[in-house]
């Protein structure tokens, strides 16, 4: 890959704590501005058994992707990484039927459950999180192409 740093091993390091309740992002790409922290969501290709079952809009999808970042987050800093870079968190998701005006519902429920109104109330040294997106795989491919992604 093109990334200075990428790790696709954070479920197995939280899985391997006992008992962790850790939830992780898919993966995590180090590049010379950014951090990135990918959630991916693929419900929307043959072979999937209920396609239609999968609702990314709905509150409690919503949460477990937003408690994914922040269980990442400590991870990566713990590490030292992207100390001057911005974090940004990108939901990747396919669903039946999914639409640019789902996906901009599902970024303004999560940006409302990220820490942005957090950090900007009380004024951090380092700075929590700088963006969210929820691309689908084709806007991933044109945002970061760098970075392909396949179905």
């Keep these: 890959s093109k990334a ?3 790790t696709d091993q954070l479920h197995e390091y939280y899985k391997a704590i006992k008992d962790s309740i850790l939830h992780d992002v898919d993966f995590i ?3 010379a501005d950014q951090l990135l922290l990918v959630e991916c969501k693929n419900a929307n290709f043959k072979g999937v058994n209920c396609p239609k ?4 809009i709905q509150r409690d999808t919503i949460h ?3 408690r994914k970042y922040y269980d990442s987050i400590h991870f990566v800093k713990g590490l030292g990484k992207g100390k001057t870079k911005k974090f940004v968190y990108v939901y990747v998701v396919e669903a039946h039927h999914g639409s640019i005006t ?6 303004n429920r999560l940006r409302d459950r990220l820490p942005f109104k ?3 109330k ?3 040294e380092d700075t929590i999180i700088h963006d969210v997106y929820v ?3 084709d806007e991933w491919n044109k945002k970061y192409p760098q970075y392909p992604a396949a179905r």
């Design 64 to 66: 477990l992707v937003a």
């Design 118 to 120: 957090l950090q900007k």
């Design 29 to 31: 790409v180090e590049d």
């Design 135 to 137: 691309l689908s795989i």
């Design 122 to 124: 009380h004024r951090f």
């Design 53 to 56: 079952s999968f609702k990314p």
């Design 4 to 6: 200075i740093w990428a």
């Design 102 to 107: 789902e996906r901009k519902g599902i970024r």
